[in-house]
């Protein structure tokens, strides 16, 4: 049988426990690292995307990445990047499964990026999408 101040010093010591949880959490999102486009979005972007998202590939969707100006235009849908705001993204958008329109992107059964690499977009878009 379990007494009634055990009981109490239970809830409070959970309650006590969940809050330093949420705490720490909290600590990291202060603490999530700034995304750079240079170091780290365009990396991924010149060896996942550029091949078909260029001038030179004459590309379809008419939203070309070479540079962050390129990236930063409009393609056939409008602009693909809304600085702050990764779910109203269609750069973010066409990542996901399903899209909004058309395939997800990269267009291929055999490449995919991964999750991680998927946030990265995720962050520098909602980090205000920066030229850093
Ligand atoms: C094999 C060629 C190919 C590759 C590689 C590719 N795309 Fe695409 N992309 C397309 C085609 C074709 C379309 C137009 C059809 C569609 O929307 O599905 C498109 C459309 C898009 C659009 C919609 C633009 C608009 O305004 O309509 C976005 C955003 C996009 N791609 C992002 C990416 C990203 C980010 C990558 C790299 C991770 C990538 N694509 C890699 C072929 C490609």
Redesign the pocket.
């Known amino acids: 049988m379990l007494r009634p101040v055990t009981v109490i010093l239970g809830v409070c010591l959970s309650a006590f426990l969940i809050g330093r949880s949420s705490n720490g959490d909290h600590q990291q999102n202060k603490k999530e690292r700034e995304v750079s486009y240079a170091k780290d979005l365009f990396p ?2 010149e060896k ?6 260029s001038r030179e ?1 004459d ?5 070309f ?1 070479e540079t962050y100006e390129d990236l930063m235009g ?5 602009k ?1 990047v809304i600085p702050g705001n990764a779910g109203k993204s ?2 973010y ?3 996901l499964s399903p ?1 909004p ?8 059964k055999r ?1 995919k ?1 991964t999750p991680e ?1 998927i946030e990265l ?1 995720r962050l520098w878009i909602n980090q205000g999408a920066k030229n850093n």
């Open positions: 991924v972007v996942y995307c550029v091949v078909c998202h590939a590309h379809p969707s008419g939203l990445m409009e393609g056939r849908h409008g693909a269609i750069l958008q066409k990542l899209p329109f058309g395939r997800a992107m990269p267009p291929s490449i990026l690499q977009f």
